[in-house]
Antibody, heavy 123, light 107 residues
Framework: EVQLVESGGGLVQSGGSLRLSCAASGFNFSSYWMHWVRQAPGKGLVWVSRFNSDGSITTYADSVKGRFSISRDNAKNTLYLQMNSLRAEDTAVYYC????????????????WGQGTLVTVSS | IVLTQSPATLSLSPGERATLSCRASQNVLNYLAWYQQKPGQAPRLLIYDTSNRATGIPARFSGSGSGTDFTLTISSLEPEDFAVYYCQQRSNWPPYTFGQGTKLEIK
């Protein structure tokens, strides 16, 4: 069974930093692109960042570029999101998601999601 | 690409048919998905590539459309179907864009 478990959220002051983790299990983590998607309280889903399977491509939404850094440790089956210079508008639940692979069901869509971790930035 | 969902809120009764709309600002071909999100839960993939149901999704959920206009239909609403539904495109990414959501509530 595919499982994604996020951790590391919490309350941080504006300008501060936080590192989120996503522990993956039940699938060959190193073979999948992984993403972070966030959801501000009462709002919709917003894509944040992605990391390809072999670690050569990282991409960010304009709103977080230069402040957030995505990384992964395939040996530990873990995805990370380092968040620096946090702002009040970064307050959200952060979800770790898996992107389906070509040749499998739902290629290139978010086929599995973690339960999310809440980040609250106080101003 | 901007995805616009309508209506923002849809009030229906169990057993009724639900029709949710998603309109794209540009042609996304058939590269559109639908997700369901219940309160306090993560989103769940329902439909991908416009009309393909994900594993375990009941047959009462169906998707249709192409280009810029897409529809999610729930043929006969069950109590567990009342939730928020999001569309998402993968035609032109990144960024991966979602619609703003349609809340399906019990009338």
């Amino acid at each position: 069974e595919v499982q994604l478990v996020e951790s590391g959220g919490g309350l941080v002051q504006s300008g501060g930093s936080l590192r989120l983790s996503c522990a993956a299990s039940g699938f060959n983590f190193s073979s999948y692109w992984m993403h972070w998607v966030r959801q501000a309280p009462g709002k919709g889903l917003v894509w944040v960042s992605r990391f390809n399977s072999d670690g050569s491509i990282t991409t960010y939404a304009d709103s977080v570029k230069g402040r957030f850094s995505i990384s992964r440790d395939n040996a530990k089956n873990t995805l990370y999101l380092q968040m620096n210079s946090l702002r009040a508008e970064d307050t959200a639940v952060y979800y770790c998601t898996r992107e389906g692979r070509y040749g499998e069901e739902a290629p290139y869509y978010f086929d599995h999601w973690g339960q999310g971790t809440l980040v609250t930035v106080s101003s | 690409i901007v995805l616009t969902q309508s209506p923002a809120t849809l009030s229906l009764s169990p057993g009724e048919r639900a029709t949710l709309s998603c309109r794209a600002s540009q042609n996304v071909l058939n590269y559109l998905a639908w997700y369901q999100q219940k309160p306090g839960q993560a989103p769940r993939l329902l439909i991908y590539d416009t009309s393909n149901r994900a594993t375990g999704i009941p047959a009462r959920f169906s998707g249709s459309g192409s280009g810029t206009d897409f529809t999610l239909t729930i043929s006969s609403l069950e109590p567990e179907d009342f939730a928020v539904y999001y569309c998402q495109q993968r035609s032109n990414w990144p960024p991966y864009t979602f619609g703003q959501g349609t809340k399906l509530e019990i009338k």
